[in-house]
């Protein structure tokens, strides 16, 4: 029998969830009855680079150098050109693009080569939604801009992915991306067997970082891309809070990852006097390593999808403060109690508003104070995470429905 052929598509392989699930899943899908070939543009200069993963695994993509985050006419041209000439030369029968720049760009790619096809031999388009950028990234019209592409490719979109619960109702109802008998949720999925027996580690990973602390602070950490829509700001003002009343020598506060605000974010550090609270590490390859070391993880981003730094923290059963935006209250579960400081226990967590750096030195002083409770905290999330973000159901859910749209179930 011939191979159910997946050309997967991204934009970059920079450091992140989707990268390391377009990584995973052309791993699996290259295995009898699948064959995949990846492609993708190349890493911006401010950026950490995941080509290693791809490596490791022996995969070689196909790259495509005016695919990656920017948006240039003439790059992004050629690279619809160059898809359309990878599409016809591979000749797949599913496409699955990744991002939102890849996702317009192989998916105009497709349509443009099944409008000379039979309708038989069709090839599936299935573009998964890891976040959006439908607020908080650009202004009113471009903004708009982007609403509007992403309906009309939607119209020609067999299915479309997502990834929690939370956003399907920003893509149908919301913002009104498509119907919603098109999208499916198929949380993320990943391998959690390095999070496993951190804590046996713990000394040896703090003195690897930064050559020991004999102090009993609480270690903090915040990981991800140095962007707009992280917001690393909010966790420097709560540093700075806490500093001016006395009680930054309980924390060291950690900023890993790197980014284009990476300089903008060390100077504003410096600009409150946090230049020997706070420590920016730089890309960490080994996020184990990182996971390993810090008593508690902080996420205050503006606008999330499933953020991957959350799901990795959980796993290595440490206690999270993620603001309360897209699907990060579908990781940290119902909420338990509501306090009067205005953050809210979850049953997986401590959700607090947005852009709110003063309900964030309250929620972290809780922490600190009640370390009973956060141990708690991250053992349930441990095991919330195991269950409901395998590696194995990922790949079966995605399997079934690419079997799914190739028997017509789904038309």
Request: net charge positive.
């Amino acid at each position: 029998m011939k191979p159910i052929k997946i050309l997967r598509i991204i934009a970059r392989l920079n450091i992140g969830g989707p990268a390391i699930q377009a990584i995973s899943l052309t791993e699996h899908f290259s295995h009898d009855p699948y064959q995949t070939l990846l492609v993708c543009g190349n890493v911006g200069a401010h950026e950490g680079d995941m080509g290693y993963l791809a490596e490791d695994k022996g995969i070689t993509p196909r790259i495509l150098p005016g695919l990656g985050r920017e948006i240039s006419p003439f790059d992004d041209i050629g690279s619809f050109r160059a898809l359309r000439r990878v599409i016809r030369a591979y000749d797949p029968q599913i496409i699955h693009t990744h991002t939102a720049k890849a996702g317009t760009l192989g998916r105009l790619a497709g349509i443009c080569c099944n409008f000379f096809r039979r309708p038989e031999n069709k090839i599936r388009l299935v573009h998964t939604f890891h976040g959006h950028v439908f607020h908080s990234y650009f202004g009113f019209l471009k903004t708009h801009i982007f609403i509007w592409i992403e309906r009309f490719l939607a119209r020609y979109t067999d299915k479309i992915v997502v990834i929690s619960p939370l956003q399907k109702h920003d893509i149908c109802s919301r913002f009104k991306i498509s119907d919603a008998d098109r999208v499916t949720i198929i949380p993320l999925g990943f391998d959690f067997s390095r999070f496993n027996d951190l804590e046996s580690e713990r000394g040896e990973f703090r003195n690897r970082l930064f050559a020991g602390d004999p102090s009993d602070a609480v270690w903090v950490g915040i990981v991800g891309r140095l962007t707009r829509v992280k917001n690393h700001r909010m966790f420097l003002d709560a540093a700075k809070t806490l500093k001016d009343r006395g009680t930054d020598r309980s924390f060291r506060f950690f900023v890993v990852g790197d980014g284009e605000l990476k300089d903008d974010l060390v100077n504003y550090a410096k600009e409150l006097g946090l230049g020997d609270s706070v420590i920016f590490t730089g890309w960490q390859r080994d996020t184990r390593l990182i996971y390993g070391a810090m008593d508690a993880i902080a996420l205050t981003s503006l606008n999330e999808g499933t953020p991957v730094t959350l799901i990795e923290a959980m796993a290595a059963g440490k206690p999270v403060v993620a603001t309360e935006v897209g699907g990060v209250p579908d990781l940290l579960g119902s909420v338990d109690r509501l306090g009067p400081e205005e953050y809210k226990m979850a049953h997986n967590g401590v959700l607090v508003p947005s852009e709110r750096s003063d309900v964030l030195v309250k929620a972290l002083l809780f922490l600190m104070e009640n370390q009973e409770i956060g141990e708690k905290l991250g053992a349930r999330a441990k095991r919330f995470i195991s269950s409901r973000y395998s590696r194995e159901r990922l790949e079966k859910d995605l399997g079934e429905l690419y079997h799914g749209l190739l028997d017509n179930r789904y038309r």
